[in-house]
């Protein structure tokens, strides 16, 4: 029996497909097994890596254990429910396409997008795409959307997917890197990945999520390689993502703009609503926060506090 290492890519619920090398193996979880330190409706994701054994006679596979993630990102199972669900792990990119205008992205979609990429430590990338029409008196709007995120500490790439402005750039950035790909419809983001990926052509509309119904409805990501190296994985809408298991409090920790002003709060607990001595109010209130910033965490704070 041979025993091989691979990436879980794709999964079922019940099956897992690993890729191992250039080969895709159908695999299943051994009977007993368990992993410690999370309680999710499922043990495995995709994007983990793996070792399994291989039974030559059929092909399949049984996965033995799960090497140790460097981090995951998790998703209310639903939102009566205090279980969660696993949905990818070992990220090294967390990108969101937006447009300032010709759909506008709200900046509230886009932080919120961000602090879940915060609470999960993966690295964050904002994509400004359609750049080609973006300019003359348009060009306040991406002049906005880039000064408010470069000052929050965010980088920031302005491409065009239908010129392709941009795209080498950014390809050599996602190179042999495994990304998170989120956006609203209409902002162009199948034409970037097909940008980005000529020879293969992926489709979004392609991308398979498995709804399984029961007692809680999952939902299954599914991993794509790029022909360049790395891996495309895309996402449900970042609002069904939520934040498990956590305080208010912790909140504004994962606004990198406002970190350097919480230590100087009255209180460790500060939500920076209604406190006394708030340091980020008062940043705030001098311009060193931008206002907008400001008011969308005060957003996603009341649906913390809400459970949403």
């Known amino acids: 029996m041979q025993t091989l290492q691979g990436k879980v890519i794709k999964s079922t619920g019940r099956w897992y497909i690993v890729q191992s090398g250039e080969d895709l193996y159908q695999c299943s979880l051994r009977g007993n097994f368990r992993l410690k330190g999370l309680r999710t409706t499922n043990p495995l994701a995709v994007g983990d890596n793996v070792e399994f054994t291989l039974d030559e006679g059929d092909n399949t596979g049984l996965i033995q254990s799960v090497e140790e993630r460097k981090n995951v990102i ?55 795409n359609k750049m080609d029409i973006l300019y003359g008196e348009l060009e306040e709007h991406v002049l906005y959307y880039d000064e408010l995120y470069q000052a929050a500490g965010y980088e920031v790439r302005k491409v065009s997917a239908l010129e392709g ?3 080498d750039e950014l390809r050599e950035e996602l190179r042999g890197k495994v990304t998170l790909f989120s956006g609203h419809s ?19 509309g392609d991308i398979s999520h498995y709804h ?19 891996y495309l994985i895309d996402t449900p809408g970042i609002k069904e993502f939520g934040v498990v298991d956590f305080e208010a409090w912790e909140l504004g920790h994962w606004f990198p703009d406002f970190k350097e002003f919480i230590p100087h709060c009255k209180f460790k607990n500060c939500t920076h609503v209604g406190e006394p001595v708030c340091a980020v109010r008062k940043a705030t209130e001098e311009g060193e926060i931008h206002p907008e910033r400001y008011k969308n965490y005060l957003s996603i704070l009341r649906n913390v506090e809400d459970g949403d």
């Open 74 to 128: 998790i998703r209310k199972a639903t939102n009566l429910s205090k279980s969660s669900h696993l949905l990818a792990a070992n990220l090294d990119l967390a990108l969101i396409v937006v447009t300032p205008i010709f759909p506008r992205t709200s900046t509230g979609f886009i932080d919120r997008f961000l602090i879940t990429a915060e609470a999960y430590h993966i690295p964050a990338l904002i994509v400004l």
């Open 186 to 204: 209409g902002v162009g983001k199948s034409a970037l990945i097909n940008a980005l990926d000529t020879n293969r052509q992926i489709k979004t």
């Open 165 to 167: 402005d941009g795209i």
């Open 212 to 230: 399984l119904k029961g007692k809680h409805t999952t939902t299954f990501a599914e991993m794509h390689p790029f022909s360049f190296g790395g």
